[in-house]
Protein backbone atom coordinates (compact mmCIF):
# COMPACT_ATOMS: atom_id res chain seq x y z
CA UNK A 1 0.00 0.00 0.00
CA UNK A 2 0.99 3.19 -0.30
CA UNK A 3 0.47 6.04 2.17
CA UNK A 4 -0.01 10.12 1.43
CA UNK A 5 -0.37 12.47 3.88
CA UNK A 6 -0.94 16.16 2.98
CA UNK A 7 -0.06 19.48 5.18
CA UNK A 8 0.29 22.90 4.42
CA UNK A 9 -3.42 23.72 4.05
CA UNK A 10 -4.62 26.77 6.16
CA UNK A 11 -6.46 30.29 5.84
CA UNK A 12 -6.00 32.86 3.74
CA UNK A 13 -6.36 36.17 2.18
CA UNK A 14 -7.68 36.73 -1.59
CA UNK A 15 -4.59 37.12 -3.99
CA UNK A 16 -2.03 35.20 -1.24
CA UNK A 17 -0.08 32.36 -1.69
CA UNK A 18 -0.05 28.56 0.32
CA UNK A 19 1.80 25.37 -0.61
CA UNK A 20 0.36 22.21 -0.12
CA UNK A 21 2.97 19.42 0.44
CA UNK A 22 2.15 15.45 0.13
CA UNK A 23 4.61 12.45 1.21
CA UNK A 24 4.02 9.10 -0.17
CA UNK A 25 5.23 6.24 1.85
CA UNK A 26 5.11 2.57 2.34
CA UNK A 27 6.68 -0.45 0.76
CA UNK A 28 9.75 -0.09 -1.31
CA UNK A 29 7.57 -2.11 -3.89
CA UNK A 30 4.93 0.10 -4.18
CA UNK A 31 6.53 3.43 -3.50
CA UNK A 32 8.91 2.69 -6.78
CA UNK A 33 5.26 1.65 -8.58
CA UNK A 34 4.12 5.45 -8.23
CA UNK A 35 3.41 6.89 -11.71
CA UNK A 36 1.65 9.81 -11.62
CA UNK A 37 0.38 11.78 -7.92
CA UNK A 38 -1.87 14.66 -8.04
CA UNK A 39 -3.74 17.54 -6.11
CA UNK A 40 -7.55 17.07 -6.53
CA UNK A 41 -9.92 19.22 -4.74
CA UNK A 42 -13.63 19.51 -3.41
CA UNK A 43 -15.67 22.77 -2.71
CA UNK A 44 -19.00 22.20 -0.15
CA UNK A 45 -21.61 20.37 -2.10
CA UNK A 46 -19.45 20.11 -5.26
CA UNK A 47 -17.72 16.95 -6.77
CA UNK A 48 -14.50 16.27 -6.51
CA UNK A 49 -12.24 17.75 -9.08
CA UNK A 50 -8.54 17.19 -10.70
CA UNK A 51 -6.56 20.44 -9.95
CA UNK A 52 -2.75 19.28 -11.46
CA UNK A 53 -1.13 15.97 -12.16
CA UNK A 54 2.28 15.30 -12.32
CA UNK A 55 4.04 12.08 -14.38
CA UNK A 56 7.46 10.75 -12.74
CA UNK A 57 8.85 12.05 -15.72
CA UNK A 58 8.01 15.19 -15.15
CA UNK A 59 4.56 15.59 -17.53
CA UNK A 60 2.43 18.17 -15.97
CA UNK A 61 -1.68 19.02 -16.44
CA UNK A 62 -3.59 21.76 -14.82
CA UNK A 63 -7.40 22.00 -14.82
CA UNK A 64 -8.17 25.78 -16.71
CA UNK A 65 -9.37 27.23 -13.62
CA UNK A 66 -5.88 26.85 -11.72
CA UNK A 67 -3.52 27.41 -14.69
CA UNK A 68 -1.08 30.30 -14.81
CA UNK A 69 -1.71 30.45 -10.56
CA UNK A 70 -1.20 26.86 -9.44
CA UNK A 71 2.48 25.14 -9.55
CA UNK A 72 2.58 21.46 -9.12
CA UNK A 73 5.93 20.14 -8.96
CA UNK A 74 7.55 16.68 -7.06
CA UNK A 75 10.51 15.28 -5.65
CA UNK A 76 10.77 11.76 -6.66
CA UNK A 77 13.69 11.15 -4.19
CA UNK A 78 11.53 12.45 -1.25
CA UNK A 79 8.62 10.78 -2.44
CA UNK A 80 6.80 14.39 -2.18
CA UNK A 81 4.45 16.47 -4.35
CA UNK A 82 3.73 20.18 -4.08
CA UNK A 83 1.41 22.22 -4.84
CA UNK A 84 2.13 26.15 -4.81
CA UNK A 85 -0.55 28.18 -5.15
CA UNK A 86 -0.72 31.93 -6.16
CA UNK A 87 -3.51 34.41 -6.54
CA UNK A 88 -5.81 32.26 -4.87
CA UNK A 89 -9.45 33.51 -4.70
CA UNK A 90 -12.25 32.62 -2.74
CA UNK A 91 -13.09 29.87 -5.37
CA UNK A 92 -10.01 28.31 -4.45
CA UNK A 93 -11.49 27.30 -0.90
CA UNK A 94 -12.13 23.63 -0.96
CA UNK A 95 -10.44 20.41 0.56
CA UNK A 96 -7.60 19.65 -1.56
CA UNK A 97 -6.73 15.97 -1.76
CA UNK A 98 -3.21 14.14 -2.85
CA UNK A 99 -3.77 10.95 -4.72
CA UNK A 100 -0.73 8.93 -6.56
CA UNK A 101 -1.05 6.10 -9.14
CA UNK A 102 0.94 2.91 -8.39
CA UNK A 103 0.97 -0.19 -10.47
CA UNK A 104 -2.85 0.57 -11.24
CA UNK A 105 -4.17 1.21 -8.00
CA UNK A 106 -4.69 4.26 -6.27
CA UNK A 107 -4.15 5.63 -3.33
CA UNK A 108 -5.40 9.04 -1.41
CA UNK A 109 -4.76 11.11 1.21
CA UNK A 110 -7.32 12.36 3.97
CA UNK A 111 -7.27 15.82 2.74
CA UNK A 112 -6.27 19.27 4.03
CA UNK A 113 -8.53 22.49 4.33
CA UNK A 114 -7.87 25.92 2.24
CA UNK A 115 -9.71 28.43 3.10
CA UNK A 116 -9.61 31.99 0.98
CA UNK A 117 -11.03 34.98 2.84
CA UNK A 118 -12.22 37.75 1.03
Known amino acids: QVQLVESGGGLVQVGGSLRLSCKAS???????????MGWHRQAPGKQRELVAT???????NYADSVKGRFTISRDNAENTVYLQMNSLKPEDTAVYYC?????????WGQGTQVTVSS
Open 54 to 60: ITSGGST
Open 99 to 107: NAEWWRLTS
Open 26 to 36: GSIFSINGINR
